[in-house]
């Protein structure tokens, strides 16, 4: 195949890996009717696939530059391929939950081994930043919309999705089939294997104040990816399956949009949009759950989904901008780290709070703390600014006046 139809085919399977990852979100709530399942078993079995995915952005995350690129993306299809079945012939939650361990390690090592194939591919142009930054969010999206309105309009609810899923995963085994190698093999695999996260010391100042918007971004994706579905249908009355999966799509649609639009900007620019969007439309939503009024919540949702991405830009962009090369697949792997915790966790406690406090009192909560998170990411950015300053504008040379001793 032809380089530049090489770039865009490895595009569309990035998409396809992220869709897939979403699609059993609007199947959630048939998956609790079926199996009489709670929402904490629910929570934690979107958590195991945050599990094999961490375990193989760590484990494997570096292995394709030492065996290259073709061999790990073989395996990630021939995983998610696995998966896939699994998903087809689940019939209870054990089986489930082994799918999206199943699929989470297959999408870990496709993402890290996609992205350095992307790069390989067109390394000067600065499309292939673009492509990884925005695959993950539209494919979130195409995946939840995607499998709510097959749910919605199609036969076979639980089943249709996933043998379509299979047959887009069956041509992504052609397309790395087909490819050449981007990437020449060289010794220390086996040092690859293990896991390598850190946080050099002198690069703490920079990346611990975008930390608190990293974490409620992906909190909030990740409530909205398990129990967003619930909290339509539950909470505002929404019990379509396809408007289960447009609560997800409208979230990290705009997401990905942000991204696009403001993927030419400064990091340091993006932080304070990002934080008062994410905070103030998660706010938004929740007015517009109490009060009943769908619109409210979906805009709500659209501006929080504008901040999650602009948060993903300044925070990615900040450990860019930082990190020196040979600290890079380090620090990266530390903040992956960050963002899939902070998109796991606290969806499990959340779970847990809906056993525990009902669904509509955990909603609440939930939601206050994300705003709460993303007001200190602002201020922890904003008192950053001003330590800043104060170190860059010393004193007039003549200025002797003593200072009041407290």
Not at 150 to 155: H, I, K, Q, S
Request: aromatic share 6%.
């Amino acid at each position: 195949m032809r380089t530049r139809r090489v770039f865009y085919a490895l595009a569309t399977v990035f998409v396809l890996f992220l869709a897939a990852s979403s699609a059993p979100s609007p199947l959630y709530a048939i998956y609790q009717q079926h199996w009489h399942f709670s929402a904490w078993v629910l929570t934690v079995v979107f958590a195991l696939y945050v599990v094999g995915l961490l375990a193989a952005l760590l484990v494997v995350g570096g292995l394709s530059d030492h065996v290259g690129r073709r061999p790990v993306l073989a395996a990630a299809v021939g995983l998610e391929v696995l998966a896939l079945v699994t998903f087809l012939a689940a019939e209870d939650v054990g089986v489930l939950a082994l799918a999206r361990v199943l699929q989470g390690i297959a999408t870990g090592a496709a993402t890290t081994t996609l992205s350095a194939a992307l790069v390989d591919l067109e390394p000067a142009r600065g499309r292939a930043g673009m492509f990884t930054a925005v695959a993950p969010l539209a494919g979130l999206a195409a995946g939840a919309v995607g499998s709510g309105l097959l749910v919605e309009l199609a036969p076979a609810p639980t089943r249709l999705v996933y043998a379509v899923l299979l047959v887009g995963m069956l041509a992504s085994a052609v397309v790395v089939a087909g490819m050449r190698e981007t990437s020449g093999r060289r010794p220390g695999a086996l040092g690859s294997l293990r896991p390598r996260v850190g946080l050099p010391a002198h690069l703490r100042p920079d990346i611990l104040p975008v930390v608190p918007v990293m974490v409620s971004g992906w909190a909030l994706a990740g409530m909205y990816l398990s129990l967003g579905p619930s909290v339509a249908a539950d909470l505002l009355g929404l019990r379509s399956a396809l408007l289960g999966g447009l609560v997800v799509g409208l979230l990290v649609g705009p997401g990905a949009m942000a991204v696009f639009l403001l993927r030419g900007r400064a990091a340091t620019a993006l932080l304070v949009p990002g934080a008062l969007l994410l905070g103030g439309g998660t706010l938004t939503s929740l007015v517009g759950i109490r009060a009943d009024a769908a619109w409210a919540a979906a805009l709500g949702t659209i501006l929080a989904g504008a901040g999650l991405g602009t948060s993903v830009l300044a925070a990615m962009g900040t450990v860019a901008r930082v990190a020196r090369p040979h600290e890079r697949g380090e620090v990266f792997a530390t903040a992956n780290v960050i963002s899939y915790l902070g998109n796991s966790v606290p969806a499990v406690l959340g779970g847990i709070a809906v056993t525990v406090l009902g669904l509509r009192t955990a909603t609440e909560i939930y939601a206050v703390t994300i705003a709460v998170i993303a007001l200190l990411a602002l201020l922890l950015h904003v008192r950053r600014l001003r330590t800043e300053r104060t170190t860059a504008t010393p004193a007039p040379a003549g200025d002797q006046r003593p200072r009041e001793i407290r």
